[in-house]
């Protein structure tokens, strides 16, 4: 069975600093799909990112881009120039297409943003 | 473009009473999904539906909870009776099709909560 680990419960960032967020995955499929998914706490799950594992080049969006190794099976999130909007849950998030695309999520990591 | 809407935002019911959640997903969207938020969980997959079909039901407690799609448009997720541990978030999400892994897009979520 696929599972997604998020080892970092809370993590805190100064404002315009630079923060990773942490994320490991167990599968045995070699064509799968990564995500990265915001959760403010209006509750409405937003994606970030998005990985595709045949795609060596690591994804970014803006501020936000991923280190995607795929032997350790590793996808970090790095923010940078953390902004007070970005403060909310973060969960990491795999698919692939042989299970109707269900994402499985890991257990979120909660993101403080100081001022 | 509308996204995804849910109703009701909330909800409390008591123990052995039962409830509904209704989802619209976003127009042309043929794969709908339902997932169960837990407090401090990430989200888990109940349901999966192409169109009016399921693809995927294997974790959603059969002996209490339902759900249909029937003209593949509108979904409703039926809990008969509630427990305590069914106090959750209620997600509904949407993509275009399910085979090449396209984004979901979630809504507000319903809060259940059973005493």
């Known amino acids: 069975a696929q599972t997604v680990t998020q080892s970092q419960p809370e993590m805190s960032v100064q404002e315009a600093e630079t923060v990773t967020l942490s994320c490991t995955y167990d599968?045995?499929?070699?064509?799968?799909?990564l995500f990265w998914y915001k959760q403010p706490p209006s509750r409405q799950m937003i994606l970030v990112i998005r990985q595709e594992a045949y795609k060596q080049q690591n994804a970014t969006e803006n501020r936000f881009s991923v280190n995607f190794q795929k032997a350790a099976k590793s996808f970090s999130l790095k923010i940078s120039d953390s902004q007070l909007g970005d403060a909310a849950m973060y969960f990491c998030a795999y698919s692939y297409n042989n299970a109707g695309n269900m994402l499985t999520f890991g257990g979120g990591t909660r993101l403080m943003v100081k001022p | 473009e509308a996204g995804v809407a849910q109703s009701p935002r909330y909800k409390i019911i008591e123990k052995r009473q039962s409830v509904a959640f209704w989802c619209n997903p976003i127009?042309?969207?043929?794969?709908l999904y339902w997932y169960q938020q837990i407090l401090g969980q990430g989200p888990k997959l109940l349901i999966q539906f192409q169109n009016n079909g399921v693809v995927d039901d294997s974790q959603l407690p059969k002996d209490r909870f339902s759900a249909e799609r029937l003209k593949g448009v509108d979904s409703t997720l039926k809990i008969q009776p509630a427990k305590l541990e069914d106090s959750a978030v209620y997600l509904c999400?949407?993509?275009?099709?399910?085979?090449?892994?396209?984004?979901?897009?979630f809504g507000p979520g319903t809060r259940l909560t059973v005493l």
């Open positions: 599968t045995s499929e070699s064509d799968y799909y």
């Open positions: 127009s042309g969207h043929a794969t």
């Open positions: 999400a949407s993509s275009l099709d399910w085979t090449r892994a396209d984004t979901q897009y």
